[in-house]
């Protein structure tokens, strides 16, 4: 995000990224820095508070010697940190941000997010940043301002200047917080973001407006005009199963249950776990076909189900109408055959008809 952001011309804290304790020693002293901020890097919150197995408490720290920085990193590369939003065993540590650690003065929040109710983006802002945004929302609302962004002209002067007074900036500081609004949303049409939020959008108290830390999610079906992008994309902390999902272009999230589902469409999978844990049930995974799908994904997608050793049973539900029923039959008993199935298997296609394979736990449904 710090990369992304200083191409742009936004403001940010002069850094560097080490993934050995001997380059962030040497990152420390090229900074040349008061002080030195050390923040491990995970795709997980809550750094701040978690633990390593090396016994290291904290996965950031401050410090003015840059030889503590070489020394600190020792006991943060390799390792794993487990925070509140991380598994129980952690996550291993493979890098770490050395960066020039600036005083804050006053925190903001800033965010610009797509939102389909206003057909387009917003800017979404408060006096209150620092910390969860939705904590500000659900106890002060009054604290939260908006501005919706025409998508063809772009956020104009006076809409930058308002949000920035809205965010208490004064005097100076106010045209410099417009002027780097104005660069965020370069960023967020540059980048085809879904959303860029920055928290917190502070001053310093030597009167500079400085990015400090941000989150930017990009939209998946500009992958190809974003090569760039999505070859930074950290793939080693993402669930395997997901991973060889996406591979086959499935929508797959694991759950906690027992019921394998397999369904073409968003809306009816997100239904059909719902009809499961209606009654009494528990969906042992989110998995969305879509359309367009062919017999190897259908086989690739069982494999997927039949790998997970909570799973006791599999419902296929689809609906034709986005989806050949004869392919996912096809690849239903292609799979039935060479995975050798040993869980029920319950099927519901509706719309093409076809006469399907018999399997001692095949049980189906025309309509």
């Known amino acids: 995000s710090k990369k992304l952001m200083q191409e742009s011309g936004v403001a940010v804290q002069r850094f560097y990224v080490a993934d050995s304790a001997s380059e962030a020693l040497e990152a420390a002293k090229r900074l040349d820095a008061k002080e030195i901020v050390l923040k491990a890097q995970i795709l997980a919150g809550g750094r701040g508070k978690g633990v390593f197995n090396s016994g290291l408490k904290g996965g950031v720290h401050l410090t ?69 945004i939705e904590d500000v929302a659900a106890k002060n609302p009054e604290l939260i301002f908006k501005e919706v962004i025409d998508i063809f002209e772009g956020v104009q002067d006076d809409q930058a200047v308002r949000m920035a007074a809205n965010l208490g900036f004064k005097g100076p500081l106010q045209r410099q917080a417009a002027d780097q609004i104005k660069r965020l949303y370069d960023l967020f049409l540059k980048v085809d973001a879904t959303q860029v939020e920055v928290n917190p959008f502070g001053e310093t108290p030597e009167g500079q407006v400085v990015c400090f830390d941000a989150k930017i999610n990009f939209d998946d079906n500009a992958e190809f005009r974003q090569k760039a992008v999505f070859a930074m994309d950290d793939m080693t902390e993402s669930d395997p199963t997901e991973m060889h999902a996406a591979k086959w272009d499935l929508k797959y999230i694991g759950l906690d249950g027992n019921i394998a589902c397999f369904v073409n469409g968003a809306g009816l999978a997100m239904a059909t776990c719902d009809i499961i844990d209606l009654h009494g049930g528990k969906p042992a995974n989110f998995l969305d076909l879509g359309g367009g799908v062919k017999e190897r994904q259908v086989y690739e997608a069982f494999k997927l189900l039949t790998a997970d050793p909570k799973v006791e049973a599999i419902l296929v539900n689809i609906f034709g109408g986005i989806v050949n029923c004869a392919i996912i039959a096809n690849g239903i008993t292609k799979a039935c055959r060479e995975l050798e199935l040993k869980v029920p298997l319950v099927v519901r296609l509706e719309a093409t008809a076809m006469v399907m394979n018999e399997h001692p736990y095949t049980a189906l449904t025309f309509q």
Not at 90 to 103: F, I, N, P, R, Y
Not at 121 to 129: A, K, L, R, Y
């Open 64 to 132: 003015k010697d840059p030889a503590v920085v070489g020394e600190l990193a020792r006991k943060m590369l390799g390792f794993n940190l487990t925070t509140k939003q991380t598994p129980k065993d952690g996550v291993k540590v493979k890098t770490v941000m050395v960066a020039e650690a600036l005083d804050i003065s006053r925190e903001t929040y800033f965010a610009i997010l797509m939102d389909r109710s206003c057909n387009g983006p917003v800017m979404v802002g408060s006096p209150q940043g620092g910390m969860d």
